[in-house]
């Protein structure tokens, strides 16, 4: 499960992230049903968030149940198992509108999704059926976490922050025909090519063991 630490709302900074995420992913995995959530009746969980003073809590996660249950890809038949990788992927997918991830998280979704970019283009897997659809649709004005991604051709790639300090501090890059991943803060300069020797401009290699965890 993603650890997203932030609020659902600037207005309610009270409400940790936990438990709204813990509200939100419940729903997911009942498909958009309302009926329960995390053990207990949605007509009782909700006067119990009224009582408690989070009564805005409820229109959110209403909107959020009918977001799921709109959705074909939640919509299986039968018992068709989900993957974790799939799971995941539909939790990142559905949650990043109603959450604020913070700027860490960001950092480790943009260099993860590198990954998951040359994966897809190493397998040539047809655009159909890729996961990182979301993450090819990212523009300066509406990124995937925060970021925003360029195809440099050949297997190389770029992770940009949309906002500086705000969305992100570094720039991530994935070298064209090289397994190697990079970053650098540009300090809010944007990246218009991959460098021609990166360890010589001053960016850093980095591995898993360089990078904060989402779990």
Known sequence: MLRIATVLQESHPEVPAIE???????????????????????????????????????????????????????RRDGNKPVTEEEKERLIRKYMAPFLKPEIETNEAIAYRSLGDLRRDWNLNIPPEQRFTTEIRAATPTSGYYGYWFVDCGRGGFMAIPCEYGKSGIHTYILMTGSPAFYRKDLHGRVLSRLPEDPEKEGWIEVGTDGLPEVS
């Open 20 to 74: 709204v995420g813990d509200l939100l992913e419940s729903v997911l995995e009942n498909g958009g049903c309302l009926d329960v959530i995390n053990g207990e009746k949605w007509k009782d969980a909700k006067t119990r968030l009224r009582g408690e003073g989070k009564e805005f809590l409820i229109p959110v996660v209403e909107a959020f149940a009918k977001k799921c249950r709109d959705s074909t890809e939640l």
